[in-house]
DNA sequence: GTTAGCATGTAAGGAGTTACATGATTTT
DNA sequence: AAAATCATGTAACTCCTTACATGCTAAC
């Protein structure tokens, strides 16, 4: 997921670690942020993966000829992602099993990449999210109502907040969904008229 | 924090371990569960240390003499607190530092048993928790502040309802604390009307 | 020239999950 | 007697954190 959302961040631009870690916050909703113990050995990993490369952190060539003897030199190493590397993010950004709207931290980090998903993909993420925490919903109220009275005030407090939670994530999503819905249409209808006959949808379902 | 939630729930009742993770899954705000592959080894733990013990599962003396060979026999495992698991479940319920409220799950677990907290205690949890949230919102609304324009729909909408439910969760914060300030006031009063002259608070602090 | 903040990294460990394996009890 | 569900357990692994260690760069 952490890896996920590193090939994401530099799919819009090559970035060094230290940097990452700043906007990988934004991403993961602004919340906690990763620790580098975390960060650079997935850099590592994703480098010996052939996904991301560092680029040549600064050509000694431009440096002034007595630059202070570069041997264990530690400068800033900026990471782009790869062309097998666009490949794996292309894929991990298609995933509409849960593993992409289950976790609530992995479906946010689908949805900060939505901007590189194609439509369909789309409306089934957040689909999928939604009845995930329907389901969520549903549990919080069944519980509720059948432990109601042996739950002292906080316990009751805390699960009456979490309803009202899920409940505005649920009708969020839906916001979401109808405007996506709404643009699929319009775009549809777009198409249909440069080209009269579209018989066949564009992105068309095997599974 | 497994452990803290296990020594909680048996500070009520003996239970088994399928039952505890059933009651498990209420506390930590119904959404998910805690698997059995945590589960049986935390109660392990917890019984090497002393903290819980197993009740004999099935006294053999009231079974009928021929019952199926006991050799390796594994039925319910009922476990139930020990005097020491009381103490250091005390020790836990008494903690106000960061790892009180700073992880939301943490958070959760300390409000659930709230009904063995000591008043103070509560508060000093509860306000912590709402200054965590309130760090969180204002990094937020800063983020959104600043890239506002940068940032395409989708990532947009995720901030705006993540910042919606921090702002949400403030307020629900500022809710329980005014109350339990309101209660900790009436409390004082029956106390001074009882006796004459309360100058020292019950729970001073000393750090 | 020394403090503060930028930047990278490693080792050890915490807290859980998945997948697997087994057996007991209840329902159909 | 088969199927479902209750119940316990282990091994391997994932993913992340904390604590530590190091060095570069700008500001005062």
């Given at each position: 997921m952490l890896e996920f959302a590193i090939l994401g961040l530099l799919q819009q631009s090559p970035m060094h670690g230290y940097e990452l870690?700043?906007?990988?916050?934004?991403?993961?909703?602004g919340l906690r942020s990763i620790s580098y113990g975390s960060l650079y050995p997935a850099l590592k990993r994703l480098q010996a993966a052939g996904l991301i490369a560092s680029e040549d952190p600064v050509p000694r060539a431009l440096l002034p000829a007595d630059a202070p003897a570069l041997t264990g030199r530690r400068g800033k190493v900026v990471y782009a992602i790869t062309a097998e590397g666009k490949e794996r993010f292309a894929d991990l950004v298609s995933q509409t099993g849960p593993e992409a709207?289950?976790?609530?931290?992995?479906?946010?980090v689908h949805l900060a990449f939505f901007r590189h998903t194609a439509a369909d993909v789309?409306?089934?993420i957040l689909e999928g999210r939604?009845?995930?925490?329907?389901?969520?919903?549903?549990?919080?109220?069944?519980?509720?109502?059948?432990?109601?009275e042996k739950l002292d005030r906080y316990t009751l407090e805390l699960q009456r907040h979490g309803l009202d939670s899920v409940d505005r994530e649920v009708r969020w999503l839906t916001e979401l969904i109808d405007s996506e819905r709404d643009d699929n249409a319009r775009a549809e209808a777009?198409?249909?008229?440069q080209t009269p006959t579209p018989t066949a949808p564009p992105n068309a379902v095997t599974t």
């Amino acid at each position: 997921m952490l890896e996920f959302a590193i090939l994401g961040l530099l799919q819009q631009s090559p970035m060094h670690g230290y940097e990452l870690r700043k906007e990988l916050a934004a991403v993961l909703g602004g919340l906690r942020s990763i620790s580098y113990g975390s960060l650079y050995p997935a850099l590592k990993r994703l480098q010996a993966a052939g996904l991301i490369a560092s680029e040549d952190p600064v050509p000694r060539a431009l440096l002034p000829a007595d630059a202070p003897a570069l041997t264990g030199r530690r400068g800033k190493v900026v990471y782009a992602i790869t062309a097998e590397g666009k490949e794996r993010f292309a894929d991990l950004v298609s995933q509409t099993g849960p593993e992409a709207y289950d976790d609530e931290s992995r479906f946010g980090v689908h949805l900060a990449f939505f901007r590189h998903t194609a439509a369909d993909v789309r409306l089934r993420i957040l689909e999928g999210r939604r009845r995930t925490v329907e389901r969520q919903r549903d549990r919080l109220m069944d519980s509720l109502r059948r432990t109601q009275e042996k739950l002292d005030r906080y316990t009751l407090e805390l699960q009456r907040h979490g309803l009202d939670s899920v409940d505005r994530e649920v009708r969020w999503l839906t916001e979401l969904i109808d405007s996506e819905r709404d643009d699929n249409a319009r775009a549809e209808a777009a198409r249909a008229e440069q080209t009269p006959t579209p018989t066949a949808p564009p992105n068309a379902v095997t599974t």
